[in-house]
């Protein structure tokens, strides 16, 4: 009678101890298969997750020469403003980007050319004869001829362009 508890106690304990080997095996094998599958799933989708999203996420990042106009046309110590525009691509975005770029020499030998974006918030300066300077009505910020802030919040000088000169012809150097 004792022989049998004991060999039952035994069976019990042996099935219990089968059971959970087993019910361990089987959710290791289950795990290492669904780490293949996703892997194999992760392989193979991709490339076509890189082709669907790629050019919400790529920015153009083409440089551009653009001509202004003649290098004659540009007035020693007082700016001349070339306005501008083309189109830009960012990811699925396609724009107009629009501005005005101001060209300055005292000699017609040393050309600067400055955008026209206030370097304090970004809105839009212009030469203001009064003021003898670049003014930002936004925040009442003044630059001088060169660019230079000489008064208000902006952090920094105007911003230059590249420039080059081609068959007379003034280009400036836009990046996306
Ligand atoms: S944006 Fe030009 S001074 Fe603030």
Not at 165 to 170: A, D, R, S, Y
Request: charged share 20%; net charge negative.
């Amino acid at each position: 009678m004792a022989e049998e508890k004991l060999v039952h106690s035994e069976e019990a304990g042996g099935a219990e101890a089968v059971s959970s080997e087993e019910l361990g095996r089987r959710k290791f094998l289950g795990g290492i298969i669904g780490i293949v599958a996703g892997a194999v799933a992760f392989i193979v989708g991709l490339p076509a997750i890189g082709y669907l999203i790629s050019p919400g996420v790529k920015r153009q990042t083409q440089e551009q020469w653009l001509t202004l106009g003649p290098v004659d046309s540009i007035k020693p110590g007082l700016p001349t403003g070339f306005p501008f525009s083309r189109r830009v691509k960012d990811g699925w975005v396609e724009s107009t980007q629009t501005g005005v770029a101001f060209a300055v020499t005292d000699d017609n030998q040393n050309i600067q050319v400055f955008s026209n974006v206030c370097t304090h918030l970004n809105c839009r300066v212009n030469w203001d004869e009064g003021r003898d300077g670049f003014f930002c009505p936004c925040h009442d910020g003044l630059f001088g001829l060169h660019g230079e802030v000489i008064s208000g919040p902006p952090p920094r000088p105007l911003d230059q362009f590249q420039t080059k000169i081609e068959n007379g012809q003034l280009s400036i150097l836009l990046e996306a």
